[in-house]
């Protein structure tokens, strides 16, 4: 069967290029000189101490130098927890599910590899993430990624406020309003409702498939029968007609699309999500600042508890520890603020028009490519009933 996927991943690939230069900002464009080609040439199944697990060939350039490492699927999903821990609040592509049953029949670990495939490419095409250590220790060292995330230092959040402020300067100042609060909140419904219906349409594109393929069974059948009994019913016609031996299913493209386009949209609902898990702990460290500052006034008029008054420690000395907490909390919560900031403002005017665009052009992009197939498959079936009617005809 001819492949159409990896023509809309090229073509998805060419988008992402062209709208990354059009939105991001001269600060990442600047921050990288970080060229990366990326593929997953093969894979294979390796057993071990009874049990089995797939080792996946990436393969890639990088700035004009060649590279290559083997990893497992765990390590891509570490690698995935990893730039959701540095990248609080970004769009994260997303992995394609894990799988307890049949997860090592070829077809399964083909769709994998090609899932996976398109998350690097993802990554890859975005320079904060490029220049992420965590990143490039994936493609470039060949430990276990496990091994590696152990040496990786976890940024504190003052760390990743300061990264945020360098890295998407055109949002540093952002002060999202109470419409565009209230927009988010819109947003995570409308992507919440469109992955419903993207699940109900994969599963309609199922059933459509294995139809199909019922379908080619059965005119298969039907051809080589006729061959068979013309003869014997027609003595002097010979019934001149050449069996198609492969079928293109078009739905296997839709079903392709599928699978990418929802993973692309859980992504989405993972960064609008965490926007708000954000202004939750924002709102959690707040409590915890008037609590501590209820307690510094007791203190300040003189009131301790009774676990105080066993210590050793003088009033001052409590009044002093006091209130270094209470700085530290409100330097927490001004970093917090400006990563949720930066975040809603590179969600607002970046990642969701990018997101909406790239959802229209990759189902104009599909929709032909699904056009194309149907067209040829049933231009082809027309022309062998032809046949069979022109060699009856004689």
């Known amino acids: 069967m001819e492949d159409i996927t990896d023509e809309g991943l090229l073509d998805e690939q060419r988008f992402n290029s062209i709208a990354l230069e059009a939105t991001q900002g001269e600060a990442i464009r600047n921050s990288t000189i970080v060229n990366v080609s990326i593929s997953i040439e093969s894979f294979q199944i390796v057993e071990e101490r009874l049990r089995k697990?797939?080792?996946?060939?990436?393969?890639?350039?990088?700035?004009?130098?060649?590279?290559?490492?083997?990893?497992?699927?765990?390590?891509?999903?570490?690698?995935?927890?990893?730039?959701?821990?540095?990248?609080?609040g970004c769009v994260i592509p997303k992995l394609p599910p894990k799988k307890a049953v049949g997860n090592m029949k070829t077809s399964f670990i083909d769709k994998r590899k090609k899932l996976l495939e398109t998350f690097l490419i993802k990554v890859s095409a975005l320079p904060y993430f490029?220049?992420?250590?965590?990143?490039?220790?994936?493609?470039?060292?060949?430990?276990?990624?496990?091994?590696?995330e152990k040496d990786l230092k976890a940024p504190t959040v003052q760390e990743i406020s300061i990264l945020y402020s360098d890295i998407f300067s055109e949002y540093t100042y952002f002060q999202p309003s109470l419409e565009q609060k209230i927009e988010i909140k819109e947003l995570q419904k409308d992507v919440q409702e469109l992955y419903e219906i993207l699940k109900k349409v994969k599963k309609q594109a199922r059933l459509s498939s294995f139809a199909f393929g019922r379908y080619e069974e059965s005119i298969s059948g039907l051809m080589n029968g006729l061959k068979t009994i013309t003869p014997m019913l027609l003595i002097n016609k010979n019934l001149n007609v050449t069996a198609k031996e492969n079928y293109v299913n078009p739905y296997l493209n839709i079903r392709d699309w599928l699978r990418s386009d929802i993973l692309d949209v859980e992504s989405m609902m993972d960064g609008l999500n965490k926007y708000f898990v954000l202004e939750d702990?924002?709102?959690?460290?707040?409590?915890?600042?008037?609590?501590?500052?209820?307690?510094?006034?007791?203190?300040?008029?003189?009131?301790?508890?009774?676990?105080?008054?066993?210590?050793?420690?003088?009033?001052?000395?409590?009044?002093?520890?006091?209130?270094?907490?209470?700085?530290?909390?409100?330097s927490y919560k001004e970093s917090l603020e400006k990563i949720t900031n930066i975040?809603?403002?590179?969600?607002?005017?970046?990642?969701?028009?990018?997101?909406?665009?790239?959802?229209?052009?990759?189902?104009?992009?599909?929709?032909?490519?699904?056009?194309?197939?149907?067209?040829?498959?049933?231009?082809?079936?027309?022309?062998?009933?032809?046949?069979?009617?022109?060699?009856?005809?004689?």
């Not at 393969?59 to 821990?85: A, C, M, P, S, W």
């Not at 009774?306 to 002093?320: D, F, G, P, Q």
């Not at 209130?323 to 409100?330: A, D, F, P, V, Y």
Request: with cysteine; charged share 30%; hydrophobic share 30%.
């Open 53 to 88: 697990h797939v080792v996946y060939k990436i393969t890639g350039e990088e700035n004009g130098n060649k590279f290559d490492v083997y990893r497992r699927y765990k390590e891509f999903r570490i690698l995935h927890r990893v730039l959701t821990q540095i990248w609080p």
């Open 130 to 148: 490029c220049i992420c250590e965590a990143f490039s220790s994936f493609l470039h060292n060949s430990l276990n990624y496990s091994k590696i």
């Open 281 to 330: 702990d924002i709102g959690s460290v707040q409590m915890r600042i008037e609590k501590k500052k209820k307690h510094l006034e007791q203190l300040q008029s003189g009131k301790k508890s009774i676990s105080e008054r066993l210590t050793n420690k003088t009033n001052e000395a409590l009044v002093e520890e006091e209130g270094k907490g209470i700085e530290e909390l409100e």
């Open 343 to 394: 975040s809603i403002g590179k969600l607002l005017q970046c990642d969701i028009p990018k997101f909406k665009q790239q959802k229209i052009y990759k189902i104009c992009v599909t929709m032909r490519n699904y056009s194309l197939a149907t067209v040829q498959e049933y231009q082809e079936i027309a022309e062998q009933i032809l046949q069979i009617e022109e060699s009856l005809g004689r």
